[in-house]
Each structure stands twice: as C-alpha cells, then as structure tokens.
C-alpha cells in the first residue's frame, strides 16, 4: 500500500528540453546508458499515469509501464525529434492501458475470514485515512469511461494542458472538455453518494 501512495503522490519529473532531444539523439544512436537515463527520468510518470488509468492494480500497472518502455525501445529510431517527447510517451501509455483494459478479465478480489490485518503503528490512523481516500479516487475513477478517465487523468491529474491532452488523445479540445466536464459530474454525485452512506 505504500508503494501504491508513493506512485499516487510522485511528482513529473521534467528534464530541461536540450538535455531530453540530446539523450533521445543519444539512444537513438544505441546509447544504452541514454535510454536507461530516459527510463530513469520517467519510469514514475509512466508508472503513476497507467496506475490512474487501470485503476488500483499496481501490478498491472507496472506491466502497462514495462509495455510502454519496450514500445519505447522498439520505436525508437523512428522517432522523430521534433515532436515532444512526452506527449508522445503519454500517448503510448494510453493506448497501452487501452489495450490492456480491452482485454482484461476482472477477477474479484477475494478476502478471506479473518486474514485482515490492522497496524497499530503509530499514525495508523492517518495512514488508514489516506489509504481511504486513495480507495474513494479509484473507486469514483472506475464510475467513468474510458475517455473520460483518461481525459481526467491526463488533465487534472497529470497536469497536462488542454490543448496537449486533445493531441494525446487524437482528438479536439472541446471533446477533451466534454469528457472532463462529464467525469467532474460523475465524480461528485459518486462522492455525494459515498458521503450519504456514510452519515
């Protein structure tokens, strides 16, 4: 759980624009040090962006993020350099997420009678309460579809500009607004509903 709190949490790691096109150039050219310093930089960012989108399974997450780097490797002399390197790996990681949503089989998790395990460390409390908080994010995320979510998370939760998401997406802007303007709505009646049922 804390590792999933970490990623949740991690913070873009952005590299000065002339230093990215210098190591691409560089592991373009079969610099294998280049490539494992761009794994370095954004394996986080990939790691976090395909854990919102697939939804609380780290596991997956981290074979969606081991997906996006060998995409990463195998199309990496056909990248061009002119095109901003992190749109383009975030778009990898959509349509990697995509494809693995399309072909997941759920399977519900099982919790067995009396193997739940409570700490009492000090500041359990405060780690319960953010654990639950984690849950509500990824349990509101799950109420959205597919577009809407990424859209959601590239915009609100990656931080990435409107018109950049659009381009990530392959779509237009106001069709990114829509479908953040739409995920917003579900997302506070899920809340709403959640917060009722609590009272």
């Not at 079969?30 to 939804?55: K, M, N, P, S």
């Not at 074979?63 to 990496?76: T, Y």
């Not at 994010?137 to 990424?150: G, V």
């Not at 917003?184 to 049922?197: G, L, M």
Request: aromatic share 4%.
């Amino acid at each position: 759980m804390q590792e999933l709190a970490l990623v949740m949490a991690g913070e873009r790691l952005d590299a000065p624009e002339e230093q990215l096109v210098l190591l691409v150039k560089r592991a373009k050219s079969g610099d294998i040090a280049a490539f494992e310093e761009i794994l370095g930089r954004y394996e986080r960012q990939v790691l976090g962006t395909a854990l919102r989108l697939l939804g609380r399974n780290l596991e997956d997450a981290k074979d969606a993020a081991q997906q996006v780097f060998l995409r990463l490797h195998r199309g990496l002399r056909q990248l061009d350099e002119n095109r901003q390197f992190e749109s383009w790996l975030y778009r990898v990681t959509v349509n990697v997420c995509r494809d693995m949503l399309r072909v997941r089989i759920r399977k519900p998790a099982v919790q067995l009678e009396g193997t739940e395990h409570r700490s009492y460390a000090p500041g359990a409390d405060e780690m319960m309460v953010h654990s639950e908080q984690i849950q509500l994010i990824y349990d509101a995320l799950d109420t959205l579809s597919e577009r809407e979510r990424a859209a959601l998370v590239l915009r609100d939760l990656e931080g990435i500009a409107t018109k950049e998401v659009a381009r990530i997406l392959g779509t237009s802007e106001v069709t990114v607004r829509c479908h953040i303007s739409s995920a917003r709505v579900k997302i506070r009646k899920f809340v709403d509903r959640q917060s009722r049922r609590r009272l």
